[in-house]
């Protein structure tokens, strides 16, 4: 297996009987948390509502990032002060919009809001990762379906923070990270949301497997 990502991110958990789980293997792996946020949908699967939000973010012991969707992200990429978002016990933000080539105002108004909120801003890109290194970059062609890209692109040399996501899971995650082929000593990380998914529930038992499938 190449280079050990810095952390795995698992995306989409949305159940506050999660919260012990998740602790118990923050403390013997790295990890961060992905929390998707969209109250037009705070009913369905993959979307934690307000009240389980809260209690995940003063559980303690974890690291979180928000998965901004909707309309509050196309507010903070577009219109920056109408967004409303409250990212409070987040360590970064990813902003979840159709960015059509991600265009500067829209990557400038993503680092702005991030910066009034105290997170550290994050983008999609659909290509090779952008050499802007005031924010990090998620390279997602999938956008949660579980398909794999047919290649994955090299991380930047002295870049932005880069990230990797699509079709990752226990069974194949030796596999990407060979092909991902990112140096001895990078900094990078890879992130999963349907490959720890079973029956349409979070399954923390596919994140521990993950989990040692990578770091043992």
Same mark, same amino acid.
């Given at each position: 297996?190449?280079? @050990?990502?810095?952390? &795995?991110a !698992?995306? *989409?958990?949305?159940?506050?009987?999660l919260?012990?789980?998740? +602790?118990? %293997?923050?403390?013997?792996?790295?990890?961060?948390?992905?929390?998707l946020?969209?109250?037009?949908?705070?009913? =369905? &699967?993959?979307? $934690?509502?307000?009240?389980?939000?809260?209690?995940?973010?003063?559980a303690?012991?974890?690291?979180?990032?928000?998965?901004? #969707?909707?309309?509050?992200?196309?507010?903070?990429?577009?219109?920056?002060?109408?967004?409303?978002?409250?990212?409070s016990? !987040? /360590?970064?933000?990813?902003?979840?919009?159709? !960015?059509?080539?991600?265009?500067?105002?829209?990557?400038?108004?993503?680092?702005?809001? *991030? @910066?009034?909120? $105290?997170?550290?801003?994050?983008? /999609?890109?659909l +290509?090779?990762?952008?050499?802007?290194?005031?924010?990090d970059? %998620?390279?997602?062609?999938?956008?949660?379906? *579980? +398909?794999?890209?047919t290649?994955?692109?090299?991380?930047?040399?002295?870049?932005? !923070? #880069?990230g990797?996501?699509?079709g990752?899971?226990?069974?194949?995650?030796g596999a990407?990270?060979? $092909?991902?082929?990112?140096?001895? *000593?990078? /900094?990078?990380? &890879?992130d999963?949301?349907?490959?720890?998914?079973?029956?349409?529930?979070?399954?923390?038992? +596919?994140c =521990?497997?993950? #989990? @040692?499938?990578?770091?043992?």
């Open positions: 297996m190449s280079a @050990r990502p810095t952390f &795995i !698992f995306t *989409g958990v949305d159940s506050v009987d919260i012990s789980g998740m +602790k118990s %293997l923050s403390k013997h792996f790295p990890i961060e948390w992905g929390i946020v969209d109250d037009a949908k705070e009913d =369905e &699967i993959l979307f $934690a509502n307000s009240d389980v939000r809260s209690a995940m973010l003063t303690g012991g974890m690291r979180f990032a928000a998965h901004v #969707c909707g309309e509050q992200a196309r507010l903070i990429a577009n219109e920056p002060a109408s967004a409303t978002v409250d990212l016990g !987040f /360590q970064r933000m990813q902003v979840n919009h159709a !960015f059509t080539g991600s265009s500067a105002e829209q990557i400038e108004n993503t680092i702005a809001y *991030g @910066r009034t909120q $105290a997170v550290r801003s994050m983008l /999609q890109t +290509k090779e990762f952008p050499g802007d290194a005031r924010l970059w %998620l390279y997602d062609t999938s956008f949660g379906t *579980g +398909k794999a890209p290649t994955w692109p090299a991380l930047p040399i002295g870049g932005a !923070f #880069c990797y996501s699509g990752i899971n226990a069974g194949n995650v990407v990270l060979d $092909a991902i082929n990112a140096p001895d *000593g990078a /900094q990078f990380w &890879i999963m949301e349907s490959g720890v998914r079973e029956d349409g529930k979070f399954s923390l038992a +596919k =521990e497997a993950v #989990c @040692r499938a990578v770091f043992g």
